[in-house]
């Protein structure tokens, strides 16, 4: 994600929506009245008032004024709920709220609610949350104690970006999954580090391709080494990133004599969302053809390494395009599973995409309906395919409930607690439970969706929604060097060498107390239940 334009999309209307999504409904024992700010501008606003347009749509004389805030969208944002098993609730809100990751999102509330102590929403949210009909921003209000709530409507943006039901579930999950996914065994020992460098020398190129039938012009790094040995490795980058976006992780592979191939997607790289349209449809800031494009641009890639296989060069015999692993982040997660035979399923997409409200779904769920516009199911399944390494990859609703089932290679799936792009429930550990095939899971609780990205690709990139990319979360990207090192030669003589390595203890062993990581072969009956309660839920 380098840019994200759609983010400004009618500024005007997510400021002073995002005021309104944030409760503005509350019975007159709580909170009487509402003192909206945004810069100058402040209004007093009865809360009866508010509360008869939320009901029927209707406002009262005296809003007629403010018709160009309180939008039929607007409406809509106020009967969002964050549905929470009744069973679990008590449990998950004491860890969470104890949880060093509570503590932004408190200070967030104390920013965009400055006239109300943190203990005070720290006690209505934990007090809303056990309400039976859901947790929601409205909930947590009618829980504030106080007759008269200001609200700093510039302070929320931040806030408004990550409330939505699939990101506020996995965030709560968190402190869940660190407890469920811990195993009490001894200190983790080992006779070699997988995550440092290997003896080869790397050495780099860059291709640049023409595909002239799809008029796709694709840019191409190869990193590789004189003694070359295992799968081909290809990486694909996420919407608005790069081919850079894992350099660190190409230069580590190629170190221990794996080649690696990182792709550019012209469709979707930052040089193409710098200049997409700024919309309310996804499709105007990416076609509905580039679900079908990326996988494409990766199959090219392969018909041209084979190719260039037979020449004479310095890089000859050093593309095994008959065994690749495809390793993609974010979208490119997408691209992999494509590749890896997952089915795209556009009746279910375009049922779940009739009720997207942009303001109210993660930036990843709202793309997703870009795909909406394809006429018909694409074949995408690339026979040379063996494994499969997603990153925070999309995936929602894309394959519906079955299209997954037909990955049948090997998959390594990262999910991150923290996400606001691709929340984790709806992104990874649903899509998980569906994955055929030996499959492994990285939970890293506290992480986000562009932490495990290279620091010096992520300079320059900017982003509204909270991201964490620092020395604080290396040891994720040092437990990324060392698995997917280990998960590749698994397609390889040294296989036993690396499998203490694709290990629950392995990754414990790197975890801090900041950053719990965590590394399963399935997911434990409690979330499983949890899961399947979102899920219903959801559909309700």
Partial sequence: MKKLPWLRLRLSQLFLGLVLSL???????????LTLQLGPFQQSISVSDLERFAKTGELPKNLQALSVIFTPRVQQLLSQRLQLDPQMTDKVLQEWLRSPMSEQLLKTFGRAFPNTRIEDLQAAISLAARQANG??????LRAIPGKDVTIEATSLIGLALQFNPSYWQSEALGPLLKRELDVNTPRFNYNFNPAELGIEQVKQQTLYLKDSERNRNIAVDLYYANNTQGPLVVMSHGFGADRKFLNYLALHLASYGITVAALEHPGSNATWVSQASISDKPQDLMPASEFVDRPKDVSFLLDKLAQKNQKFSESQGKFNTKQVVVIGHSLGGYTALALAGAELNLPALRQTCKSVIPLLQSPGEWLQCAATDLSKVPVLGDSRIVGAIILNPVVGQLFGETGL??????????ASTEDAFTPAITHQLEPFKQLGGQKYLITAVGATHLSVGNPQNLAQQITLLKERTGEEVEPLRQLIRGVSLAFIKQFTSEAVNYQSFLTPSYAQFLSTPKLALRLSRELPSSISQWLKFVAKSQKN
């Fill in 23 to 33: 409760g503005i409904v509350a019975p007159a024992t709580a909170v009487e009245r």
């Fill in 135 to 140: 947790l929601s921003l409205v909930g947590v």
């Fill in 405 to 414: 089932r037909k990955v049948r290679v090997p998959t390594l799936t990262l």
